[in-house]
């Protein structure tokens, strides 16, 4: 029963949730470009670049930042998660806006 002079609560237009699925037809950007210009999807995207030389030096391209850095720990922010570098002596031999190495007696690479 409706009461005069009081107004019920319209539903706001952004209340109903939209289906947020992309379609199959629907391609990611990423996609896109990469078969445009024949390159890996995952350069495209920024993915990290891990590179291992043997277990005393590892390099990671297209990361975020330095969460943590010790002699036995390097924890490393990427677009997609954390990466940590587990060992002994490890110390960061060159570091630049996207780039940096990492040499020591290397145990482990963690993804998290």
């Known amino acids: 029963m409706r009461k005069k002079g ?3 609560p ?3 237009k952004h209340s109903r949730k939209m289906s947020s699925k992309p379609s199959i037809k ?3 950007i ?3 470009i990469s078969r445009k210009f024949n390159m890996p999807e995952d350069i495209i995207a920024g993915a990290p670049i891990l590179t291992g030389y043997g277990s005393h030096r590892f390099c990671v391209e297209n990361y975020k930042s330095i969460i943590e850095y010790t002699s ?3 924890r490393i922010q990427t677009k997609l998660g954390r990466i940590h570098i587990v060992g002994k002596n490890l110390v960061i031999a ?3 806006d996207d780039a940096m190495c990492i040499l020591g007696d290397i145990n482990s ?3 998290h």
């Open 26 to 28: 629907e391609p990611v």
């Open 10 to 12: 319209s539903e706001h």
């Open 94 to 96: 060159y570091f630049r």
């Open 72 to 74: 036995n720990i390097v």
């Open 30 to 32: 990423a996609e896109k």
């Open 6 to 8: 009081i107004d019920t």
């Open 109 to 111: 690479i963690e993804y």
